[in-house]
């Protein structure tokens, strides 16, 4: 009992100390989304301030400049971008939603950063006023919005309301013929006149175009095409535009001659039936022009391509995309002013990726993406981060991807530059690795925000896959030269062979080995080579289910390695390679590079593979040999079947008996976690959440994936009591199984003659059979072994080997810590009895102070099953933070996390993008970055309007009937008089109120000051209708109403002059504070006066703080003045108001 209360007395001192270094350590930031934006709908780009907008479908905004520069916000409702408006070199945008609303975003600065905000919106309510295309023209005043009942309505970009000025379809088809007026369809482009701003190209659904001139609203020409119009565009000397249709053809027009074509319609590749041409640009340069349009494919043959079309004089290319075109623009340095378009970059939005195309190089070649990358070319089926590479693999992975996207790419620098970077140079260079289902592996630089990719490696060059013969086949027959398809782009949803998916990565940055493990079994070895070479791959077979008699393997082969010579690029370059017997995909892998020796786990068992000999050291088959269906039989037998079910039923009956009051007899052995206390006493917070455990039941031994293998470590620790540190291999299944083998390397001199030994060391069963989902030794400072390669290098401090060591086993409900070599336990957490949710990812982190580098504790970080974030004091087992993170419905979210080193993580956000976060709060890659505005950018916002100002003379019998017709319990607040507040609770509330009444009379004072007695009749009258209309806020005034005095015209004439000559008044009446005895002697008549005043009390504006007095601000702030009567009969005639007293800002009150 004195043990436990001491620490409980320590816990309490130390509290403080410990919320307060948690501060320092952990903090929960989504820091940046890596990636391509999840179905992208609209694009915008400004010119002048090289920026690119891309929205969404679910209403998120991002704008990208040069690299680094990124902002992102998202509409208050989930809605689709229909499209997106930049007002060029001010820094705003307008976004028009698919619920007819319009908004205007600002890029502003705000806590030293630019940050993208709303300021403004607007809607449109009705059918008929669905907004069908918009059209911003280049004096940036108003946005042009076309309907769908044919009228176009202007919106004032400075106020953000519709002007009064409309142009009416009606008077637009005043001119037009018969058969088009009676419905002319829907307004389906407006483009304004190259040199001519007043003038616009209007054009309807149906095919009517009308050149209006928005000045003298008048139509000039109406031009009816033949066929369904799409898009318009205007020759750049508006001499001529250009229509596109949608049978696929466009038409040139004269602007001047509305009877004809100037030429016959053009289907680029008919004459058998196309689809239509979306969207078209007519681009003039110094030779030949430029015309650029999607779609307008054939439909029969190429209906299901999509594809943007570049023309320009004898040059014919389609680009054709794997994903559907959402918009298209070009970029050109020329303004307005000048003589041609010159474009140089064409930009093409696609649903999966963006790809630019330069216009000045020979060929059109792409540029090579700084970030906006496709991260889902194939679909992501893995990925590892690796932190702090070092400088000399780093320069060989750039220079080899350097040389593999030279031929393909530009060399021109990319265009959309944009914005200033805050952040300062990465000093770490930090490397994510993603395995696709296509067997590529890509390398990204995530150093940075911005997500670049370095190098591309593709394993399906070493396999012989279905495709090859089909390939072989189309190169042989050609495809036709018409339409001229050009594939571009790096998205292929498309994969030869579902086998060649990457489903685990690990790399050692120090020795330049790589190993990259598959779906079919396959388990790729790889070194980085500098040069190209001619590979002869080495083949092993482990056959893990050896001593396993009659089982039978019904899924897939296992791919079949190319038996020739395999020519592949300077980079990494496949040495050797291990194919594991069953062809089950690989769930674990480990690798020592410093001993070279591989394991491999799968879902029969693991197996150890030294990579110097090229021999299997040890395989192990963790199948039940009594569960015949997790051999591969898909059958089962009676007796099975039947004992099963009785299992089945008796586990229900436990179910219901153990709501009421189950027996200790009958729990003990289905029931694992029961309440007790716990060897690691919980903080405080954590006894106030869970106080009472749940019942977990142990989980079944025989479930069909009980054998699977999901953790692998090397670790070189204490095995048996008195020897010395060697080197272990621990394994964990899905059953709560841990094996852990002695592994004993010979002599470095005979490394290449003798064998490695694996003995079993000791085999552990977790009483809750939960899958292990990882484990960690940790060493006598409960620190995690680092790589030995590490230390090697001095990138990481040797571990003690002193202390006692202990190991952390993670299963998915709970944590433990044993002791080595015994394996005592020590500490253990409850996660799903406590919490109630399971873990389904582990990361042993470190964490380091913000403000101190040296303090650095290290932890367990965990994501749950309902998507959060948890961390974890080892060995302690206490948890420190918890913060929600993914919805518990995304699946995927949760199980693609990893986890960083030094307490970050990635997350896949959606198929394309990856969301990154930060747990330290020491550690974050954000964009800081600024947006900075030329002077005089954005205009002034136009005044708010002033309310007109009332009448300071009215009718006093009108005033009166006013009053009458008004609720007494509604005082009115006059333009002229400022509300006044009343103290809620003064010494003497009477006195303030007296003081508030004169208060209002000072205000209008020197606000209004009237001049002549006209004036201050119509004051006065304000200043009595207000009295008359205010309630009685205090109980003590009893007096009624007739006999409190009146305020005379002639003590607001005295009071006024009194103001307009301060000096002699303030010589005569000298302040209340600085003459008490006078106070004093007007106590007893100031009390009287009080009482009768209290019934007039000015209520409360609704709108101000109580208890604070208004006053002028060119008052003193201290200054007090007495108001008396200047007419002593008058005085004694209104004998209950004997002197106001105004407290000129009396900040006390």
Request: hydrophobic share 35%; glycine share 6%.
């Amino acid at each position: 009992m004195l043990k436990f209360a001491r620490t409980r007395f320590k816990r309490g001192a130390t509290d403080a100390e410990r919320e307060k270094l948690k501060q320092e350590l952990f903090t929960f930031k989504k820091t940046v989304e890596h990636g391509f934006p999840h179905r992208p709908s609209a694009v915008a780009f400004d010119p002048e301030m090289k920026l690119l907008a891309i929205g969404t479908r679910s209403g998120l905004i991002k704008i990208y400049g040069q690299p680094g520069v990124e902002f992102s916000a998202r509409h208050s409702v989930e809605s689709q971008i229909i499209r997106l408006f930049f007002l060029p070199n001010e820094g705003r945008l307008i976004s028009l939603l698919d619920d007819n609303s319009l908004h205007l975003w600002e890029v502003n600065i705000k806590d030293g950063k630019s940050v993208l905000e709303e300021v403004k919106d607007f809607s449109l309510e009705g059918r008929l006023k669905k907004i069908s295309v918009c059209c911003l023209p280049s004096t940036q005043e108003h946005l042009f919005l076309g309907t769908e009942g044919g009228n176009i309505y202007l919106l004032d970009v400075k106020t953000f309301q519709l002007l009064d000025h409309i142009i009416y379809q009606d008077v637009v088809m005043q001119n037009v013929p018969d058969d088009y007026k009676a419905n002319p369809g829907a307004v389906e482009a407006i483009a304004e006149h190259p040199t001519d701003s007043n003038k616009l190209l209007i054009g309807y659904n149906r095919g009517l175009i009308v050149l209006w001139d928005n000045k003298s609203c008048n139509a000039e020409q109406t031009y009816v095409a033949p066929q369904q119009l799409e898009s318009l565009a205007w020759h750049r000397s508006g001499d001529q535009f250009m229509s596109a249709h949608a049978d696929g053809s466009y038409c040139i027009w004269n602007s001047a001659d509305a009877s004809k074509p100037a030429q016959n319609a053009t289907i680029p590749y008919g004459p058998f039936p196309c689809k239509a041409i979306n969207k078209i640009q007519w681009l003039t340069t110094k030779s030949e022009p430029f015309i650029a349009f999607s779609g307008g494919m054939p439909r029969a043959s190429y209906g299901d391509r999509h594809c943007v079309t570049v023309m320009q004089g004898k040059t014919h290319v389609v680009f054709d995309f794997t994903s559907r075109v959402v918009d298209f623009f070009t970029i050109g340095d020329t303004d307005r002013e000048c003589e041609w378009d010159d474009p140089h970059t064409l930009v093409v939005l696609a649903e999966e990726e963006l790809v630019l195309m330069d216009l000045q190089s020979e060929g059109w070649p792409t540029f090579r993406m700084p970030y906006l990358s496709s991260l889902h070319s194939s679909a992501i089926t893995c990925s590892a981060v690796q932190t702090n590479v070092p400088d000399q693999l780093w320069d060989k992975i750039v220079a080899a991807g350097d040389a593999q996207m030279a031929a393909n790419h530009t060399s021109r620098e990319w265009p959309i530059d944009g914005g200033s970077v805050l952040s300062e140079t990465p000093t770490s260079k930090d490397l994510l690795l993603t395995g696709h289902e296509d067997g590529s592996v890509r390398f990204w630089d995530v150093s940075t925000p911005a997500l670049r990719l370095l190098y591309k490696l593709d394993t399906k060059a070493y396999f012989s896959t279905h495709d090859d013969s089909e390939v072989v086949a189309a190169a042989d027959t050609g495809e036709e030269d018409w339409p001229p398809f050009r594939k571009v782009g790096t998205f292929d949803p498309y994969s030869d062979d579902p086998r060649l998916g990457v489903q685990k990565i690990m790399l050692c940055p120090w020795s330049g080995t790589l190993v990259l493990a598959g779906t079919a079994g396959q388990v790729v070895l790889m070194d980085m080579n500098t040069e190209e070479a001619e590979v002869d791959l080495e083949v092993t077979t482990v056959n893990i289910v050896n001593d396993r008699d009659g089982f039978v393997w019904k899924g897939h082969d296992s791919l079949t390695p190319r038996s020739t010579t395999v020519k592949v690029p300077a980079g990494f370059q496949a040495k050797h390679l291990v194919q594991c017997t069953p062809p089950a995909s690989v769930t674990a892998l480990a690798n020592h590079s410093e001993n070279q020796l591989l394991a491999i786990g799968t879902s029969h068992g693991f197996s150890i593979f030294d990579y110097v000999q090229k021999k299997v050291i040890l395989t192990k088959c963790t199948l039940n040999p009594n569960d015949l269906s997790a051999t591969g039989e898909s059958s089962m037998s009676r007796r099975k079947s039947l004992k099963k079910s009785l299992r089945e039923s008796i586990r229900r009956l436990r179910k219901r008996g153990s709501r009421s009051t189950p027996s200790k007899k009958e729990a003990k052995p289905r029931v694992e976690a029961v309440p007790t206390t716990d060897l690691d006493a919980p903080e405080k917070g954590e006894e106030a959440a869970a106080p009472v455990q749940r019942l977990v039941e142990a989980r079944q031994p025989d479930g069909d994936m009980a054998s699977m293998v999901r953790c692998l470590v090397f670790a070189e620790t204490f095995l048996r009591e008195g020897a010395s540190a060697g080197l272990s291999l621990w394994a964990g299944t899905n059953s709560g199984g841990i094996f852990v083998y002695s592994v004993t390397m010979p002599e470095a001199d005979k490394r290449e003659e003798e064998d490695v030994v694996a003995e079993l060391g000791k085999e552990v069963q977790l009483k809750h059979r939960a899958p292990v989902v990882a484990l960690s030794v940790m060493d006598g400072s409960s620190v995690p072994l680092p790589d030995p390669m590490d230390v090697k290098h001095e990138r990481a401090d040797a571990p003690n080997m002193s202390g006692s060591h202990t190991v952390v086993i993670a299963s998915e409900e709970q944590f433990k810590v044993f002791t080595l070599p015994r394996l005592k336990e020590k500490t253990k957490y409850k996660l799903t009895a406590k919490e109630g949710v399971r873990v389904r990812k582990v990361g042993f982190t470190q964490y380091r102070s913000r403000s101190d580098e040296k303090v650095v504790e290290q932890h367990l970080s965990v994501v749950t099953n309902v998507g959060d974030f948890l961390v974890f004091s080892v060995p302690q087992l206490r948890r420190q933070v918890q913060h929600s993170c993914m919805r518990k419905e995304d699946i995927n979210g949760i199980t693609s996390t990893i986890f960083t080193r030094d307490g970050e993580a990635f997350f896949l956000l959606s198929p394309s993008e990856l969301q990154r976060c930060t747990l330290s709060a020491r550690v974050a890659v954000e964009p800081l970055c600024m947006l900075e505005l030329p002077e005089g950018a954005r205009p002034a916002p136009p005044p708010e309007p002033e309310p007109e100002p009332e009448a300071a003379a009215e009718a006093e019998g009108e005033g009166e009937k006013a009053e009458e017709e008004k609720p007494a319990s509604v005082p009115e607040t006059l333009p002229s008089v400022p509300a006044i507040v009343v103290e809620t609770s003064p010494p003497n509330p009477v006195e303030d109120e007296t003081e508030e009444v004169a208060a209002a009379a000072e205000e209008v004072a020197a606000t209004e000051k009237p001049e002549s007695e006209h004036e201050a009749e119509g004051v006065l009258a304000d200043i009595q209708k207000t009295l008359e209309n205010t309630s009685i806020l205090d109980s003590t005034a009893d007096e009624s109403k007739d006999s409190v005095g009146d305020i005379t015209l002639d003590e607001i004439k005295d009071y006024i002059a009194s103001k307009e000559g301060p000096d002699e008044n303030s010589a005569d009446k000298p302040a209340v504070e600085e003459a008490p005895n006078e106070e004093a002697g007007a106590e007893e008549q100031a009390n009287s006066t009080q009482d009768a005043v209290t019934e007039n009390a000015v209520t409360t504006d609704s709108e101000q703080t109580e208890g604070d007095i208004v006053a002028n601000d060119e008052m003193p702030t201290t200054k007090t003045t007495e108001l008396k009567e200047g007419d002593q009969e008058d005085q004694q005639a209104s004998e209950p108001l004997q002197e106001l007293r105004i407290t000129e800002g009396d900040d006390e009150k």
